[in-house]
């Protein structure tokens, strides 16, 4: 039946029947009609004038069977040559998706090979009434199999991952930049961005606080040995201004002392002692403070702990750098303390992140778009990443047996719990991350030239500019085969 199908004018009968190629039929008095504009029933035959009984006028039908079909054809030649389509109940493109969700439930999968006409005209008449209310129609293809399935459109992306929770969905399609969005924590990824923007979770913020203080501390000391002298320079001169916090990411990320190392130099080498540069969620701003006193150039470390700004200003001072405790994208409060929104108009010739957005949102588009803004015309943006990888779970078990050399097995139990690789807290950075594929997209749709320079598995580094004669001369500086070799001693907390 016809969802909210009129009574038939001929006899009355409280509902017509709706034809899978479009028409209907009373099945009472077996008057066969036409469906024509407005929802208007014309008799086949035209022995009886058309009526004036419709459907109501929210609720948009074909004009005839033959046009249904026609479309139901050009519909199975866009999934041999655009790979897929959604569509209204009328079988017309959708034009003004957002972000869209599968609903659970409705998945049809058919062989490439035998796909049909039938076949399509078959599903959207099995599942007219949530068509009718405005659901959509898809298809894709992958692997030799075609699959059917409803989803639902949604103006906020927060609403779609809310929508994928509750369908069970492992990801959800973003149609605003044309890549799908995988959701390796549905939960996590509600709770962690909601109607709140992008904030920390208050579970990173005691993260990040116990950190500082050395709770996660590892229980063997690195010491790095550099082959060249100015990596092995500026890294001295970085132990001068260290903190907890520093000391527990170079433990847990392999090679991540010496990817900050190399690159600091490399911006000192590439651009001289007049380039400023502001480090993104710096967290207590050694790295800033180490590139001022080697390389002579201006820094802002722009981070919102106060934890982390207190030990800035109290354990050690460098001329010309500075640190703002206000935070990157949206303000909020975390303990009582508020953090404003950075609301700076000073434009920098690079602008650094390491390892900050995953722990915000999953927004990569606003967050480097915004984060451009920041940069003069031609400057440099770099990011370094954790991202969801083909190769993940293998990728993971490498990282872990490098960590395992500075953590112990309980140790690391905790922090995997926190961070959501392991466990399922609230919210976890696993909700927050992308897959290289989303990363690379935006870039490349914001940046004319993009170059990756570290690869360390699931952790990436790239550098972006718009002119790409700025990217050469910091790819030209940066030596990428100095990875430091490590040694262990017995830990104390800084």
């Known amino acids: 039946m016809e969802p909210n199908a009129p009574p038939c004018p001929v006899c009355d009968y409280h509902e017509v029947e709706i034809h899978l190629y479009g028409g209907a ?52 030649v866009a999934l041999g040559t655009e790979g897929g389509f959604s569509v209204d109940m009328d079988l017309v493109p959708c034009s003004d998706l957002l972000y869209v969700c599968s609903i659970r439930g409705s998945e049809r999968t058919i062989p490439e090979n035998i796909i049909s006409v039938d076949d399509i005209l078959s599903f959207r008449a099995e599942h007219l009434d949530p068509l009718a209310s405005g659901m959509i129609f898809g298809a894709w293809v992958d692997s030799g199999l075609v699959y059917f399935d409803l989803s639902k459109n949604f ?26 969005v995988p959701v390796a924590n549905q939960r996590a990824v509600v709770a ?70 190399r690159k600091a130099v490399a911006i000192s080498k590439a651009f001289g002692p007049q380039a400023t540069v502001i480090d993104l969620m710096g967290g207590e ?45 949206q303000g909020y409060s975390d303990g009582g303390t508020t953090y404003p929104a950075h609301q700076g108009s ?75 690789i392991a466990g399922e807290p609230a919210t976890g950075m696993m909700a927050n991350m992308v897959s290289v594929e989303q990363l690379e997209q935006v870039l490349h749709g ?6 990756r320079y570290w690869d360390q598995g699931n952790f990436l580094g790239y550098a972006c500019s718009d002119n790409p004669q700025t990217v050469q001369k910091f790819l030209a500086a940066y030596d990428g085969s100095d990875v430091p070799s490590t040694q262990v001693s017995q830990w104390k907390a800084a």
């Open 25 to 76: 039929e009373c099945p009472n008095c077996g008057t066969e009609f036409e469906i024509g504009p407005g929802g208007r029933l014309t008799p086949h035959d035209n022995s009886i004038e058309e009526m004036s009984k419709t459907w109501p006028d929210t609720i948009p039908w074909h004009t005839s069977a033959d046009e249904l079909t026609k479309s139901a054809e050009a519909l199975l």
């Open 155 to 180: 103006n906020t992306l927060s609403d779609a991952m809310a929508a994928a929770v509750e369908n069970d969905q492992q990801a959800i399609w973003d149609n605003v930049e044309k890549f799908v």
């Open 192 to 261: 962690a961005m909601g109607d709140n923007g992008w904030i920390a979770s208050p579970e990173f913020s005691q993260f990040f606080n116990d950190a500082t203080g050395g709770q996660y501390a590892p229980s063997q000391a690195p010491q790095w040995s550099f082959q060249k002298p100015e990596h092995q320079a500026f890294h001295d001169e970085f132990l001068n201004h260290t903190g907890n916090f520093d000391q527990h990411i170079e433990t847990s990320i392999p090679d991540y002392r010496g990817l900050m190392t």
């Open 285 to 329: 701003g050694s790295w800033g403070k180490a590139l001022t006193a080697t390389g002579g150039n201006p820094t802002t470390t722009l981070d919102a702990n106060t934890d982390m700004h207190n030990f800035f200003n109290q354990h050690s001072t460098v001329p010309g750098a500075r640190r703002i405790n206000e935070a990157f994208g």
């Open 346 to 420: 000073e434009l920098y010739d690079v602008v650094n992140e390491s390892m900050g957005f995953q722990f915000i949102s999953a927004d990569r588009l606003g967050q480097i778009n915004q984060a451009k803004t920041m940069l003069k015309p031609g400057g440099l943006f770099m990011t370094d990443e954790k991202v969801v990888t083909p190769n993940f779970k293998e990728n993971e078990a490498t990282k872990d047996e490098w960590k395992a050399q500075f953590y112990s097995p309980e140790q690391l139990a905790q922090k995997q719990q926190v961070v959501n």
């Open 446 to 451: 914001l940046f004319k030239s993009v170059q």
